[in-house]
Nanobody, 125 residues
Framework: QVLLEESGGGLVQAGGTLRLSCAAS????????MGWFRQAPGKERKFVAA????????DYADSVKGRFTISRDNAKNTLYLQMNSLKPEDTAVYYC??????????????????WGQGTQVTVSS
């Protein structure tokens, strides 16, 4: 079993910064990749960023490029999302996800096997 626990969400004004964390336990060491997705009320879950666990290759949604940075601490099995220059449209529940096997696309939510409970990010204008 794999457990993912997000933290670091909160309320911030536009232009501010938040750093999300996702601690993985269980079979985290077998993970191929981890990623962040977000979902606003009434909207579909959207890809935000992802990283391969060993190589550290990253991918970002166009909407967050240049503002968000994904990283991981392999020793701690922890995933991070540094979010700078936050905008009201970034408001959503942010979920971390993990994939055990090699995937074709890091941006597709169906490629991931495990999901955290989510952490709320609210950006006020």
């Amino acid at each position: 079993q794999v457990l993912l626990e997000e933290s670091g969400g909160g309320l911030v004004q536009a232009g501010g910064t938040l750093r999300l964390s996702c601690a993985a336990s269980g079979r985290a060491f077998t993970m191929y990749a981890m990623g962040w997705f977000r979902q606003a009320p009434g909207k579909e879950r959207k890809f935000v960023a992802a990283i391969t666990w060993v190589g550290g290759n990253t991918d970002y949604a166009d909407s967050v490029k240049g503002r968000f940075t994904i990283s991981r601490d392999n020793a701690k099995n922890t995933l991070y999302l540094q979010m700078n220059s936050l905008k009201p449209e970034d408001t959503a529940v942010y979920y971390c996800a993990a994939s055990r096997g090699v995937v074709v696309s890091l941006t597709k939510d169906f490629e991931y096997d495990y999901w955290g409970q989510g952490t709320q990010v609210t950006v006020s204008s």
